[in-house]
């Protein structure tokens, strides 16, 4: 299994001062797929998460990359091999207009950690390939608003942008959706479906209807550890997913 999967975890453990957080997780990631990771809250998501991008090292088991042994690199080695992850709004700076950050993110070799400012003359080498990007996500005619004026739902997209511009083999997406209105949702889901053409998709998602909508495959987490792993449809009528999170009113329609 592991030599078809494009990111797999064997035995990936994370602990927090003797609390198991991630308890040895096996997890393969099929190429070219959307792969959804579900949970309660609390349930190891985001450190998981953490951990396949090299933000946080793994107190046991082992990470690959395309069969290539990742465990341990910094995150920005694990980008430069290709794996990117949506960036938080947190970091977008809000003087900045959506084409500069794009602009930032395609001469960043690695997309993390933004460098000194550079000419204007050499940015602009940038600046084509910025537009097709934001044009990618809807932000077309926005190229031009500083980050502090968009709101929230296109502060999201412009992140998507960045996360882009290293045209990632892989991309993880942490709650694409959360705190988005319908209308949001809705353009989230159109615009991930279209961006995982020639890529692999992570995602931790708890609106289980962008889930059913995207996901090709779905793990479900529990106390750090794997509970269910499936299609969809199988996982959301798995009584142990119903019983630890879906919940009997969902599980009925
Ligand atoms: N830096 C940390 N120090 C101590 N405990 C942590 C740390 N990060 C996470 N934890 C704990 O590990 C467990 C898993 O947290 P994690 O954030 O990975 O869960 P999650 O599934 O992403 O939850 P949510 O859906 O609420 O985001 C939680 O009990 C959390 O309190």
């Known amino acids: 299994m592991t030599g078809q999967a494009i990111l797999s975890a064997?035995?990936?453990s994370r602990d927090f001062r003797g609390f198991r957080a991630v308890d040895a997780v096996d997890l393969d990631i099929a190429p070219d797929s959307v792969h959804a990771l579900v949970g309660p809250n609390g349930a190891g998501k985001t450190t998981l998460f953490n951990l396949l991008t090299g933000f946080l090292r793994p107190t046991a088991g082992r990470i690959e990359l395309n069969g290539r042994d990742v465990t341990g690199l910094p995150p920005e080695r694990v980008a430069r091999l290709g794996v990117a992850r949506s960036f938080q709004?947190?970091?977008?700076f809000p003087q900045l207009c959506a084409r500069e950050h794009v602009e930032l993110a395609l001469q960043s070799p690695s997309g993390l950690g933004w460098r000194f400012w550079r000419s204007a003359k050499l940015m602009s080498r940038y600046a084509d390939r910025a537009?097709?990007?934001l044009d990618m996500v809807g932000l077309a005619e926005l190229a031009e608003a500083p980050a502090e004026a968009l709101a929230y739902g296109r502060k999201r997209a412009l992140e998507l942008a960045i996360?882009?511009?290293l045209d990632p083999k892989v991309l993880l997406l942490d709650e694409p959706t959360a705190?988005?209105?319908?209308e949001d949702v809705d353009r989230t889901v159109e615009l991930i479906g279209r961006v995982r053409a020639g890529r692999t998709v992570v995602m931790v998602e708890h609106n289980m209807s962008v889930v059913g909508r995207l996901a090709d495959t779905v793990t479900v987490l529990q106390a750090g550890r794997v509970l269910v792993e499936g299609p969809y449809q199988q996982v959301r009528a798995d009584e142990r997913v119903i019983t630890a999170y879906l919940g009997a009113t969902d599980a009925a329609h």
Request: net charge negative; hydrophobic share 55%; no cysteine.
């Open 10 to 12: 064997r035995g990936l």
């Open 179 to 182: 705190g988005m209105g319908l």
């Open 163 to 165: 996360a882009l511009a």
């Open 131 to 133: 537009d097709e990007l």
């Open 89 to 92: 709004i947190t970091s977008l």
